[in-house]
C-alpha cells in the first residue's frame, strides 16, 4: 500500500539529462514507497547543473555522471563533502533509420561496425573508426564543458586511436580537420537532429540510447569507458576543460545532498533509497550495479549513509 502523502513541499532532483529517464523511475518507485513527492527532474549537463547549484538555485538532491560534479570545483560552496558512486555506464555510437537514410556513407559504416564486432581485429576497427571520422557522416558530440558525455566522447577517439592507429590523437584530429563532428549543450540535445538525420551518429551513453530507444553500437571494453579490467588504460588519455584536465577514467553515476538542501532529512531518505533499490529499478536501463556501493568523502557523512556503510551497502572509497 502506498503510504499517505507528506504536506512538505516535493523534493527538488537535479538530474544529468542522461539520466532523465532513471531518475523518474527512482523518483516513482520512492514516491510510492514513502510518500515523499518529489519533483520531475530538472535535467542538464552534469556540469552545468552543478554550476547552477553553486550559484545558489533551489535543490534537494544531484544526481550526476561525472566526479567533478560532486566537488567543490564545480559544486563550490554547495559540497556536502561526499558523494556516492552507486552504478557504471559505458559510451556507445547511437544512430537511427534516419541515419542510413540520409547519408550514402552511414549504411557502409554500419556494415564495417558489425564486421569489426565479429572479428575484432584491430585493421577492422581502424576501417570502423577510419570513416566514422571521415567527415562523410555528421557525429554528435557533446559540449565537453557542459555535459560530461562530451569529453568522454573525445577520450573515447583517444583511446581507439591510441588502441588501432597507434596514435591517441589520429582520428580525434581526423575528425575535427575533416569538419565531421556537430555539438550541442548535451547529448540529450543531439537526440533530435539524430532522429530526423541532421546527424548520423551520437556519442551517448549506452543507458540513454536504451531509455530513448536509439539503435546503438556498442564499442569495445578496451575504449567505452566501462569496464574496470581497463582503468589503467582508460586514465592515460585526458581531455582539458575551462576548469582543469579530466582523465579518461569508468563513467559513473553519482549522487549527493548538497550543503544548502531544501529538505536534507528527505533527502538523505531518497538517497538510501536509491542505494538499496537502484540495483533492481535500473537494470533494465544497462547500468551495472556497484555492490557495494562506493562512497567518497572529505567530511564526516550523516548517519543515513553512515548506515549504510554498517548494513554492507556501502564502503568507503577515498577522499571526494
Given at each position: 500500500?502506498?503510504?499517505?502523502?507528506?504536506?512538505?513541499?516535493?523534493?527538488?532532483?537535479?538530474?544529468?539529462?542522461?539520466?532523465?529517464?532513471?531518475?523518474?523511475?527512482?523518483?516513482?518507485?520512492?514516491?510510492?514507497?514513502?510518500?515523499?513527492?518529489?519533483?520531475?527532474?530538472?535535467?542538464?549537463?552534469?556540469?552545468?547543473?552543478?554550476?547552477?547549484?553553486?550559484?545558489?538555485n533551489p535543490v534537494s538532491v544531484f544526481l550526476s555522471v561525472a566526479k567533478p560534479a560532486m566537488e567543490a570545483q564545480y559544486?563550490?560552496?554547495?559540497?556536502?563533502?561526499?558523494?556516492?558512486?552507486f552504478a557504471t555506464d559505458q559510451m556507445a555510437l547511437a544512430?537511427?533509420?534516419?541515419?542510413l537514410q540520409t547519408s550514402p556513407t552511414a549504411t557502409p559504416i554500419l556494415a564495417e561496425y558489425n564486421s569489426a564486432a565479429m572479428t575484432n581485429t584491430t585493421q577492422s576497427w581502424y576501417n570502423f573508426f577510419n570513416d566514422v571520422t571521415s567527415g562523410n557522416v555528421r557525429v554528435g558530440i557533446a559540449n565537453p564543458n557542459a555535459d560530461p558525455a562530451g569529453y568522454r566522447a573525445w577520450l573515447v577517439l583517444e583511446a581507439a586511436g591510441e588502441a588501432y592507429a597507434n596514435n591517441s590523437s589520429y582520428f580525434a584530429n581526423r575528425i575535427v580537420t575533416n569538419n565531421g563532428n556537430t555539438t550541442a549543450a548535451s547529448a540529450a540535445d543531439l537526440i533530435s537532429p539524430l532522429q530526423t538525420g541532421e546527424i548520423q551518429f551520437l556519442f551517448i551513453y549506452r543507458s540513454a540510447a536504451i531509455a530513448h530507444h536509439l539503435s546503438y553500437m556498442q564499442l569495445p571494453d578496451q575504449i567505452n569507458l566501462g569496464n574496470t579490467k581497463y582503468s589503467k588504460f582508460y586514465s592515460q588519455f585526458t581531455y582539458t576543460l575551462a576548469k582543469g584536465v579530466q582523465k579518461g577514467s569508468v563513467i559513473g553515476l553519482w549522487i549527493t545532498v548538497p550543503?544548502?538542501?531544501?529538505?536534507?532529512?528527505?533527502?538523505?531518505?531518497?538517497?538510501?533509497f536509491v542505494i538499496k533499490n537502484s540495483p533492481t529499478l535500473l537494470a533494465p536501463y544497462g547500468l551495472i550495479p556497484l555492490s557495494p556501493a562506493r562512497l567518497y568523502n572529505s567530511t564526516?557523512?550523516?548517519?543515513?549513509?553512515?548506515?549504510?556503510?554498517?548494513?554492507?551497502?556501502?564502503?568507503y572509497t577515498e577522499p571526494l
Open positions: 500500500m502506498t503510504p499517505p502523502p507528506t504536506t512538505a513541499a516535493p523534493l527538488i532532483l537535479y538530474s544529468a539529462d542522461s539520466m532523465v529517464a532513471e531518475s523518474t523511475t527512482l523518483e516513482s518507485a520512492f514516491t510510492n514507497s514513502t510518500g515523499i513527492m518529489i519533483a520531475p527532474p530538472k535535467a542538464g549537463g552534469s556540469l552545468t547543473l552543478a554550476q547552477q547549484i553553486a550559484e545558489g559544486l563550490g560552496n554547495q559540497s556536502s563533502g561526499w558523494a556516492i558512486e544512430y537511427t533509420n534516419a541515419s550543503l544548502d538542501s531544501t529538505d536534507t532529512t528527505d533527502s538523505l531518505q531518497f538517497v538510501v564526516t557523512v550523516p548517519q543515513p549513509i553512515q548506515e549504510l556503510i554498517t548494513q554492507g551497502y556501502l564502503q
